[in-house]
């Protein structure tokens, strides 16, 4: 059991660099986020169409020690009121990751704070504990650029994993499908922008109801490839506003579903929904839906449902409250972690 197990208030400095964001935030008891700094990436990426590992690590490496500072100058923390360290070890790229997991190391080790490693995934859902009073049990969507799955969260520390895709990630069918129809990195809110523009018109196949929880996306980006491949060699006018409605539908219709009946299946009725794609405002409104038949639905604030620190600081606290031990300062990234 850890120190700081029955602290009444704790203050966590977390760091977050698991892809093109690196971010660092105060946050005090798990719920009220002192401050949150993210350096993006995204303009340096979107001209490749996507992340570069390689160059991702070295603004990781030439932004982090500023960010940090800011972080703390923003909150008017000093390393006295800071009582733990925690920083994302996995999952994510792995150059990237190690920037972010070897200068925390290096802070708790200079400050003589204790350091948790956390779960990029448990990060994404605890985003929704942020300014909110939602506890468990529940049951948890999370789909963002590297994981589609639905969890019953048991405790804060405790998941059950109860569906997950069999090939692509949601976010990266976006991504891919943004790509084919010409549209800039990343490709989530392009779609959903030019979304707007266009029906839904294209019948896009959707995955079989074999009775087994699963999602796959690879079906649904591969139509729409093919759609676009066609068009081309006919000669004809590329409806990319209707090809992106229609992707986009068929894309949040089978989080819905599987939710819904997931939901219906384990009789649990609160909901809520994590990762990038969380922030899509068709996949809130569809969820919003699910209020009319009794569900309880939360969501996290937009800044929070991106890449950021403030997740991973919110994670923290509930992994210290649990009593779990600190990371050894051996504490190493890795490219993939479980769900679980």
Request: with cysteine; aromatic share 8%.
């Amino acid at each position: 059991m850890n120190d700081l197990f029955e602290k009444q208030n704790i203050t966590v400095l977390a760091i977050e660099s698991s892809c093109d964001e690196t971010a660092c935030a105060i946050v005090k008891d798990g719920r009220q986020v002192l401050s949150s700094v993210i350096a993006t990436q995204i303009e340096i990426h979107r001209r490749f169409g996507g992340v570069v590992p390689e160059i991702a690590s070295r603004n990781h490496t030439l932004a982090i020690e500023s960010v940090v500072k800011e972080a703390m100058s923003r909150a008017a923390v000093s390393k006295d009121d800071v009582d733990a360290i925690a920083v994302t070890y996995g999952a994510g790229l792995l150059g990237a990751l190690l920037v972010g997991v070897n200068f925390a190391k290096g802070l708790a080790y200079a400050w003589g704070k204790p350091l948790f490693g956390i779960s990029h995934i448990k990060g994404h859902i605890a985003a929704n504990y942020i300014d909110s009073a939602l506890e468990p049990p529940y049951l948890c969507l999370l789909a963002s650029g590297g994981h589609t799955a639905v969890v019953k969260v048991e405790d804060y520390e405790r998941l059950t994993l109860l569906a997950e895709s069999r090939d692509d990630a949601a976010g990266e069918a976006f991504d891919k499908v943004a790509r084919v129809l010409g549209l800039p990195y990343p490709g989530g809110p392009e779609i959903e922008k030019l979304a707007r523009e266009g029906k839904p018109v294209f019948d896009i196949p959707k995955v079989k109801n074999t009775g087994e929880p699963y999602f796959s996306y690879s079906g649904v980006k591969t139509f729409v490839i093919n759609l676009v491949h066609k068009l081309e060699q006919k000669g004809e006018v590329i409806p990319k506003a209707d090809i992106a409605a229609s992707f986009q539908q068929a894309a949040v219709d089978q989080l819905v579903d599987m939710t819904q009946l997931l939901s219906k299946r384990t009789g649990v009725k609160k909901l809520a929904v994590a990762g990038g794609v969380s922030a899509n405002s068709l996949l809130r409104s569809r969820f919003d839906d699910m209020k009319k038949c009794g569900c309880e639905v939360f969501y996290p604030q937009l800044r929070y449902c991106t890449d950021n620190a403030a997740m991973i600081g919110a994670a923290a606290y509930f992994l210290i409250k649990s009593g779990a031990d600190e990371s050894p300062l051996s504490l190493d990234a890795k490219a993939t972690v479980g769900i679980q």
